[in-house]
């Protein structure tokens, strides 16, 4: 069992680093965001070898990247298949490869809005500090338009983490 644990534990991870990269770049090609060069040429990399031939079977429609959302999916399927040797049933590996996959969406925003905060704070003339602000944009409009600045203070990236916690305790709730 404790050969399985650390096994997880290097496919997790492995699982995450990957994941996230393809979550990233079909958000960046949804939005319509270019990132700086050195975060496209890592994403763009890391993630060729799968997204280009999935790309054969699921074409960009509607001016997303199916074939990177899909390989995200099936990244989390592969990692979550580690459980098979663990005696879990085909059909509770696919639902907690589907919770799994939700999860790291909403992490994944919850990552980009603290990165933006620490950008704010820390030095908010940074390279990379537009790329995250056109990233955060679409969560944070909605947010913006029924949320008024308190003196002069922004509080939408505030509330916007509070609503991916919020939809992070649903999700927790339906799967359980």
Excluded: C
Aim: hydrophobic share 60%; charged share 10%.
């Amino acid at each position: 069992m404790l050969v399985l644990s650390i096994v997880m534990l290097i496919v997790d991870t492995v699982a995450v680093l990957l994941g996230g990269v393809l979550l990233l770049r079909f958000w960046m090609q949804a939005i319509r965001v270019r990132p700086p060069s050195s975060v496209a040429q890592f994403t763009f990399q890391l993630s060729d070898w799968l997204v280009r031939p999935m790309r054969r079977i699921v074409p960009g429609v509607g001016g997303y990247d199916w074939a990177s959302l899909l390989g995200a999916f099936l990244i989390v399927v592969l990692a979550t298949s580690v459980r098979w040797f663990a005696g879990y049933p085909f059909e509770l590996i696919m639902l907690m490869a589907l919770h799994r996959f939700l999860q790291w969406i909403l992490y994944g925003f919850m990552i980009l809005l603290v990165v933006e905060a620490i950008f704010s704070w820390v030095n908010p003339h940074a390279p990379l500090a537009p790329f995250v602000r056109a990233l955060n944009e679409p969560i944070l409009k909605p947010v913006r338009r029924v949320v008024p600045l308190v003196g002069n203070l922004d509080l939408s990236l505030l509330v916007a983490l509070v609503l991916l916690q919020v939809a992070q305790i649903v999700l927790e709730m339906i799967f359980r």
